[in-house]
């Protein structure tokens, strides 16, 4: 047997070697072909690539200059750079470009040439046009990459023939259109990458074939639709990246049957809906990331059988609920991110079971209750972020046991008790936020250890003594915010000696002494903010020139010297608010050269001299204030250049001269304050000009003539004060017109005649009106006289007849006709005259804007529906009582409204950030966010016409005077929106719910998101857009 084993051995050895004889001598058909061809295949690949070379834009300045057909290598491709072969059969195999400062096209390469090509790289380069469809030729090839070009044009659907691909990358391009349902017919790819690639639409359902794929990322694109059920198909895939998207829908359950997946990232989307419980059984999921959607819903528990997870990012969603327990169960966890969501309830004890933890946020939620101890046992945690929820109870002092802690942000809670010695300890900790918070006694010496501190913030609490000396080793400080507190004592002279402070505030203390030498070169500043101390030195002195400086804030302290040009040389500097020191001297020139200037207040100080025509250069000021000084001569003409303009206060100066009529150029200024100068001269009916005034003061000078006919033109007009002036004749009952004015007082002039027949006239106090020549009329029966001749009568008993008999809607039309004629002409007289713009929501409050929009999302609960006051078709309306005490209407825009809502939100801000009329609604800011679009308006206390007229008890109050009065306001308005508006607004759905009623049932036409603008000069007249079964009368007229 044994021999038998052994002959079998030496017959199969035998056969193998006669076997390998015969292939040599006498080769298979196949090898053969090769080889008889390899020579003329090798020249016909060799002269298309140098075709394709010559045809290139820099031939010359690649890589592969070296290509050439004479040579050592008898211009065999396969010794060129590049390029693989298989030598024995001398046949391109490989091409890798990769980085070879190709710039040009694929066109002129011929790719039927590459019978045998399996590698195609050209990553890197500068290559643009389209991918041709010949690459379809290419019928072996398993690995195509295009990516980091610039290559444009359609994703050709002949790649779906590249049947053996195995990877295609064609991230990092300008490709367009969408992915071809043809990407199915890979049957054989495992890698798919097409981040930043332009490709648009929806991902197909045909992505589901692709059975071999393992990788699947399409980043920062432009996709949308919603993800493919289909994908839940993909058994063999890995990761998965959608990332930085428009993507709609919901997340498919069928993602759970991907049990191979590591990686989920849909980052930045536009999903909506419940995250799927099915997750739960992707065990190998390492990376969960969801975060900046708008998923709903709670935190499924099934979260918690995800072992292997190691980051889970949610953050910034509209998820509710409580944290669920099981996420206990992580112990691989080292990122979690719960940010920006409506979570409630506590934070779960279980966390303190996550050991692996290096980053737990759960900031900006509705969290309550108190720090949970078990988070001690978090031993490598190094950022923890718990800002901006409503924790309460002591300061944790365990935090302290946290060794490896660099960041912790606590602010904007309601956490009381002292700050503890102990946070000494963490000598790693970059970061420290305690701001907003109820935390009292003193800063602890022990803070001086923590040496590598960038940010340290605690404003607004109730901390109480100095600022630690040893808080000079702080060098590295780039954010020392401290303002708000009971401090008091000098600040630590070394804050800036490592150059890198930022940002410095320290405002509404009580800090003395002169600011820390360190600070004059600091150049690293941005941000200062010193108000409301008792802060001296010599300001020409203390401060330097900042080349990143965007606002300096010193109001209300102690300072004395001059301001120098060094301010000028700020390049950056946006606000400048010096105001309530005791600064002299002249203002500088060189200020004019602080082109980003928009704030500058110099008020209620001891300057002195002519206000420099320079200031004039400073086109982006929107407030200029320099009241309560001394300076003297003219109000310089240049002022009128400052086109942005919207306050500008000169009062309680020694200025003289006339009132300079420049200021028309000034078409955003909101206040005017003149009051209490030398000024002479008459009052220029230019003034009349500046359509967005709502506060007029030239009180206290010298003025003489006539009120100018124009001033009526100012109809928003809210508060007039022209007393203690030499002012004459009558005022003119034109000024009737002028419903929105508030407050007047023209007392101390040389006034005759009847008073404007208006609330603010007829109403007005006897103080307002005395020392006058021969005012007649009012209510104020024992100051002023009963005027001896007849009011001249107006047309309202006509129109009140009119509308008795032929019904408000006719009589708006006929008035809107008169309105017509007569703004026509005023508007040929008046061919410059522009209408301003509503500046954004900072401007109009003065505040920074993203203040403003955490005020309002504070005052509504982040829109809770208690707040709500109406629902339309696009959004719905919230009754908003700012932190200031302002009450305003919010209108949220539906998140699930789609383009057409996001067109409405865009159309209504565009018309009414351009429009302003005391008839229309004003808007006063607006906010464009993924995760909800809001515009803000003044409130309307009598609510909308359409609730009035449906209230028999409310519709009786509205009598006939003011249903005229109702009527002629919404002319004017439509007048104004049709022939005084460039282009002309046309509103499309005025109806009477959407005229709103202040207390003094004045109206305003509101909800401008079907409006549009029209161009006279074409015949492209906007579509009726009204309420269903009602014609607005703005389309006829």
Known sequence: MAIFNELLVLLKSFLIITI???????????????????????????????????????????????????????????????INCDHELGSVLGINLTRCNLKGTLQHLSFSSFPNLLTFVLSDNLLYGSIPSSISNLTKLNHLDLSGNHLSGNFPSEIGLLKSLNFLHVD??????????????????????????????????????????????????????????????????????????????SIPASIGNLSSLTIINFFENQLSGPIPHEIGQLKSLAELNLGINHLSGTIPASIGLLSKLTNLTLGENNIVGSIPGEIGRLKALTVLNLYGNQLTGTIPKSIGNMSSLTVLSLAFNKIRGSIPRELEQLKSLTNLYLQHTHLTGLFPAF????????????????????????????????????????????????????????????????????????????????????????????????????????????????????????????STLIA????????????????????????????????????????????????????????????????????QLHWLDLSSNRLEGKIPMELGQLKLLFRLQLHNNTLTDNIPEEIGMLSDLQELNLATNKLGGPIPIHLEQCFKLLHLNLQNNRLSGTIPFQIGKLRSLEDLDLSQNSLVGELPLELKNLQVLETLNISHNKLSGSIPWSFSEMRSLISVDVSYNELEGPLPNINAFINAPATSLQKNKGLCGGKNSSLLKPCSTPKVKSNRVTISVIVSIAGTLTLLFIIAGVLFIFRKKERENNKETREPEIEPLFAAWGHDGKKVHDDIVEATENFDSKYCIGVGGYGSVYKALLSTGQVVAVKKFHESGGVASHKAFEYEANVLTKVRHRNIIKLYGFCSHTRHS?????????GSLANILSDDVKAKELEWTIRVNVVKGLANAISYMHHECTPPVIHRDISSKNVLMDSEYEAHISDFGSARTFDPETSNWSSFAGTFGYSAPALVL
């Open 20 to 82: 390998t004889i015969n292939n040599l001598l006498f080769p298979r058909p196949y090898t053969a072909a090769i080889l008889h061809n390899s020579s003329n295949g090798t020249s016909e690949e060799a002269e298309a690539l140098l075709k394709w070379k010559d045809s290139l834009d820099n031939p010359t300045q690649s890589l592969i200059f070296s290509w050439k057909l004479h040579g050592p290598n008898n211009g065999s491709p396969c010794e060129w750079v590049g």
């Open 172 to 249: 990092v391009n300008n490709l367009s259109g969408s992915l071809p349902h043809e990407i199915g017919m890979l049957g054989s790819l495992k890698v798919f990458v097409g981040d930043a690639s332009g490709l648009s639409g929806s991902i197909p359902t045909s992505i589901g074939n692709l059975s071999s794929l393992t990788t699947l990322l399409l980043q920062n694109g432009k996709f949308s639709g919603s993800i493919p059920f289909e994908i839940g198909q993909l058994k063999s895939l890995t990761k998965l990246s959608f990332f930085n998207n428009s993507l709609t829908g």
């Open 399 to 522: 935090i302290a046991n946290l060794s490896k802690l660099t960041e912790f942000g606590l602010n904007k809670n309601e956490i009381s008790g002292t700050i503890p010695h102990e946070l000494g300890q963490l000598i790693s900790l970059e970061h420290l936020a305690l701001a907003e918070n109820h935390l009292s006694g003193s800063i602890p010496a022990s803070i001086g250890n923590l040496t590598s501190v960038t940010y340290f913030s605690v404003f607004t609490n109730n901390l109480v003594g100095s600022i630690p000396p040893e808080m000079n080793n702080l060098t590295h400080m780039k954010n020392f915010s401290v303002g708000g507190n009971i401090l008091s004592g000098y600040f630590p002279e070394n804050i800036c000696i490592g150059g890198q402070l930022m940002w410095f505030e320290a405002s509404d203390s009580y800090f003395k002494g002169s600011i820390p030498k360190s600070m004059k070169n600091c």
């Open 528 to 595: 200062v903010s010193l108000d409301g101390n008792q802060l001296t030195g010599d300001i020409s002195k203390d401060f330097g020139i900042y080349p990143n400086l965007e606002m300096m804030v010193l109001s209300n302290n102690m300072f004395v010297g001059e301001l120098t040009g060094n301010w000028g040389q700020c390049p950056k500097l946006s606000m400048l608010i010096i105001s309530n020191n005791k600064i002299s001297g002249p203002i500088p020139p060189e200020l004019g050269k602080a082109s």
């Open 934 to 942: 809001f515009l803000v308006y003044e409130f309307m206390e009598g």
